[in-house]
């Protein structure tokens, strides 16, 4: 029973290229959130999506970022023209909304690190 | 934005001893209250965690206590071990259809041998 999957584990980008983070959830699962930790931080919420849908983006910078969470495949977050602050570790969670339980627990992958040069 | 305060930043603890790491949040608007423990390099991993119309909540040496009138909740872990040393963070879920984790600043954990 595979946990959250996300690839690549660490990626490296020059300042100015674009970034490409995947993640696949939990099987099952089709609710899909995506947080970034900076160095020494807690986790700041970045998008919430379900499949083809963008439910809450209110923690996503209005600039340069965009995630998609198509009906086949793995969500996508998307990092256009990355600045050195971008770096970070990004991780995806996913969840199953039990209806009328009140809780949806949110599973996480082991993240994507990303350095920009 | 909602803010979830955490303290103590870090904390050591020796081995069989008891750790105890509190947050407070802001508003109401908040239904569910989990704690999470991350090793380097890792992601957050779910350890234990507490609906508002609960007071307590023990799994093992885990333990919340939950204080909705003061806002505040606190994780406990009984008989520290060092393979307990990581970061824990705590945070709120909010309630409605955002469903989005606001997580504290973490607790470095460090138990001795």
């Known amino acids: 029973n595979a946990g959250v999957m996300q690839n690549p584990r660490h990626l490296v980008r020059r300042r100015g290229q674009e970034a490409r983070l995947r993640c696949s959830p939990m099987k099952g699962h089709s609710h899909v959130y995506w947080y970034r930790q900076l160095p020494e931080e807690g986790l700041k919420f970045m998008v919430y999506l379900q499949k083809e849908n963008i439910i809450d983006e209110s923690g996503m910078p209005k600039e340069r970022f965009s995630a998609e969470f198509p009906k086949e495949g793995p969500s996508i977050l998307r990092i256009q023209q990355v600045v050195r602050g971008d770096s970070a570790a990004y991780f995806c969670?996913?969840?199953?909304?039990?209806?009328?339980?009140?809780?949806?627990?949110?599973?996480f992958g082991p993240g994507t690190r990303l350095t920009v040069l | 934005q909602q803010q979830v305060k955490q303290s103590p930043q870090s904390l050591i603890v020796q081995k069989g001893g008891i750790s105890i790491i509190n947050c407070a949040y802001e508003?109401?608007?908040?239904?569910?209250f989990p704690w999470y423990q991350q090793f380097p390099g890792k992601g957050p991993a779910l350890l234990i965690a507490?609906?508002?119309?609960?007071s307590e909540k023990k799994e093992g040496r885990f333990t919340i206590s939950f204080n909705k009138s003061a806002k505040q909740f606190s994780l406990h872990i009984m008989d520290s071990q060092p393979g307990d040393s990581a970061t824990y963070f705590c945070?709120?879920?909010?309630?409605?259809?955002?469903?989005?984790?606001?997580f504290g600043s973490g607790t470095q954990l460090t138990v001795l041998p």
């Open positions: 969670a996913s969840s199953h909304i039990l209806i009328g339980s009140g809780t949806d627990t949110q599973y």
């Open positions: 945070a709120t879920l909010s309630s409605g259809s955002a469903r989005q984790l606001t």
């Open positions: 507490i609906r508002p119309d609960v």
């Open positions: 508003n109401t608007a908040f239904d569910y």
